[in-house]
């Protein structure tokens, strides 16, 4: 509302269709992660290779409504949004005490394998030309958002703090993550020659939210 912009309708939504598709559509599912094997507690999520999926599907549909040069003139034009990565330490390495990811990376490990992951998300996929990747499908203004300060969310306090403090292991978590974000983030828009991607670095804007109100 605030970007003056009628909201996305969930892509599976009986209601996406006709006009509606010019507005675009959210692709998202709660518990996903950037690795396949995060939120495997939960049963119905769409994973990140089914959201591209979607994504094209979209495009097919939005080209049969307008024409394949307007359809891709309005995903080219088009915000997307991208948040992910949470969930790959809450959801799947934190998840547990003594995790199968945990017992296999440690954590600045972790982080690593999860941005050279993340990235084959966003890149041209030259090796598996069949996968899709955001930047295959035609996405040119993307904004990708790191994760917010982990700790501190309130369900993984009561968990995790006796005392109600944020917790120190998903804090650092999130110190870790987002930096090597962005940096893979500008390392992309290199290669690419444009700036194509946007860094969010989430966790530094919410703790500026909560020391400096005031600014906002």
Not at 11 to 21: I, K, N, V, W
Not at 59 to 68: C, F, I, P, S
Not at 198 to 204: D, F, K, S, Y
């Amino acid at each position: 509302d605030a970007l003056g912009s009628e909201p996305t309708l969930p892509y599976l939504s009986p209601e996406l269709r006709g006009e509606r598709l010019l507005v675009g559509a959210n692709f998202a599912s709660a518990g996903v992660g950037i690795l396949n094997d995060t939120g495997i507690q939960f049963i119905n999520i769409i994973r990140m290779f089914r959201q591209l999926q979607y994504f094209q599907e979209y495009q097919t549909r939005l080209a049969e409504l307008v024409g394949n040069d307007e359809a891709q003139r309005i995903v080219s034009d088009g915000l997307v949004l991208i948040t992910v990565g949470g969930n790959d330490f809450v959801n799947n390495y934190f998840l547990i005490p003594f995790s199968a990811r945990s017992r296999q990376f440690l954590l600045p490990d972790y982080v690593t394998y999860l941005i050279s992951e993340y990235k084959k998300i966003l890149m041209v996929n030259f090796v598996f030309p069949l996968s899709l990747r955001l930047h295959d499908l035609g996405a040119r203004r993307v904004l990708v958002t790191g994760t917010g300060p982990l700790g501190c969310v309130p369900a993984e306090r009561a968990m995790r703090s006796p005392n109600g403090e944020c917790a120190p292991e998903l804090q650092q978590a999130a110190s870790l993550f987002n930096p090597q974000l962005v940096q893979m983030i500008n390392g992309l828009n290199s290669e690419y020659g444009a700036n194509i991607f946007i860094a969010a670095n989430t966790q530094l804007q919410t703790s500026d939210f909560i020391t400096n109100p005031g600014a906002y």
